[in-house]
């Protein structure tokens, strides 16, 4: 997650001749890993299903949030930039998208391409949002995506809101923290911030997440989760003749209540650049907070995985909010998004 995608902007030759020995060397030395299983198959409560994300996977989970709204109740954005505002290209993405300058994106205009692409079946008719709950965190202190960008992001919601049936967003950007995800007492120091991009800032970001998400819990969570945390294969769920850029394996962590055949909600939690698990371990699906807490929600949690990549550019494993597997990346026809229908709908969350 540090400094995004900022190192992108090497020539791709040249991270090629300088980093594909290196991905060689990592692929050899995970031969030995235990592989990953099928992802299982749930009773999922269609009402109940919701995005999340930090840093580039804040972004992922507004691009899915607009591409299936009429199959999800809400996203949470912590630390990211608008819909639509890369348009494709990197440079943008680097300046407008990551530091406000030279100008501030307009979420007035980045509105208008949501509608234009729900009007052409690119994404989820805008009825699909009507009641949707959007929440928008983002640090004061953050040095690497301005923290003026949390308004574009809500901006656009809010220019949609009265044409689609009323979207509730709710702004939450007064807390001093830095690039990173707040827990209350795990990860880095909250000044200082850095890997695994969770920090120990007192605040339960997952907490408010879930809250903002599924409502107010009846209890609080206890100290540590109590249910399995499960890698799966990720590759079975690869579109046709598109390569989504994924790792071998995703988590999912399952509540015993889930495990044990209730009908359960289902939060897509997606990561931060750096923030994958073959950079951080399990540091963010054991340790960001989400978990005790889908305990108490009864949510299972689903954390794709990024994986690392040179051809196309892409070594901070950031989820594509640019375009680096192919133009169509932010709307239905995206290569990570038909992934994450397909899982979705094996989970049990049918997506259309």
Same mark, same amino acid.
């Given at each position: ?62 691009? !899915?949030?607009? @591409?299936?709204?009429? #199959?999800? *109740?809400? %996203? =949470? ?6 819909? /639509?505002? $890369? &348009? ?19 979420? !007035?205009?980045? @509105?208008?391409?949501? #509608?234009? *692409?729900? %009007? =052409? ?6 009825? /699909?949002? $009507? &009641? ?221």
């Amino acid at each position: 997650m540090a400094r995004f995608p900022r190192e992108l902007s090497q020539r791709a030759a040249q991270a090629a001749r300088v980093f594909i020995p290196m991905v060689l060397l990592s692929g050899l030395a995970g031969c030995g890993a235990e592989p990953a299983s099928p992802l299982p198959a749930i009773a999922v409560d269609p009402s109940r299903v919701a995005v999340a994300g930090v840093s580039s996977g804040a972004i992922m989970a507004t691009q !899915v949030h607009f @591409a299936w709204s009429d #199959r999800l *109740r809400g %996203a =949470a954005l912590v630390s990211g930039t608008p819909y /639509g505002c $890369a &348009g494709g290209s990197l440079e943008t993405a680097l300046g407008p998208c990551m530091q406000a300058q030279p100008y501030l994106p307009d979420p !007035v205009r980045l @509105a208008t391409v949501v #509608r234009e *692409r729900a %009007a =052409a079946g690119m994404l989820a008719p805008l009825a /699909g949002l $009507a &009641g949707d709950r959007v929440y928008v965190l983002h640090g004061r202190d953050d040095a690497t995506v301005a923290p003026a960008l949390a308004t574009s992001v809500a901006g656009v919601y809010e220019a949609l809101s009265d044409e689609s049936g009323g979207i509730r967003v709710e702004h939450d950007t007064q807390r001093a923290f830095p690039h990173l995800l707040p827990t209350l007492d795990r990860g880095a120091d909250c000044t200082l911030g850095g890997e695994p991009w969770l920090g120990r800032c007192g605040f339960d970001a997952a907490g408010e997440i879930m809250s903002q998400l599924f409502g107010a819990p009846a209890r609080e969570p206890a100290a540590d989760a109590s249910g399995e945390l499960l890698r799966f294969n990720q590759a079975p769920f690869a579109p046709p003749g598109a390569d989504p850029v994924l790792a071998e394996a995703g988590y999912l962590y399952l509540p015993e209540a889930c495990a044990a055949g209730a009908a359960c909600g289902v939060m897509v939690a997606f990561h931060g650049c750096q923030q994958n698990a073959d950079k951080v371990g399990e540091a963010f699906v054991r340790d960001a907070g989400f978990n005790r807490w889908a305990d108490v929600h009864r949510v299972a949690v689903l954390y794709p995985q990024v994986r690392a990549s040179y051809l196309p550019l892409n070594p901070k494993a950031c989820w594509d909010w640019w375009g680096y597997t192919g133009e169509d990346y932010d709307t239905r026809d995206g290569a990570q998004l038909r992934w994450l229908a397909a899982a979705l709908t094996a989970l049990g969350a049918p997506m259309p």
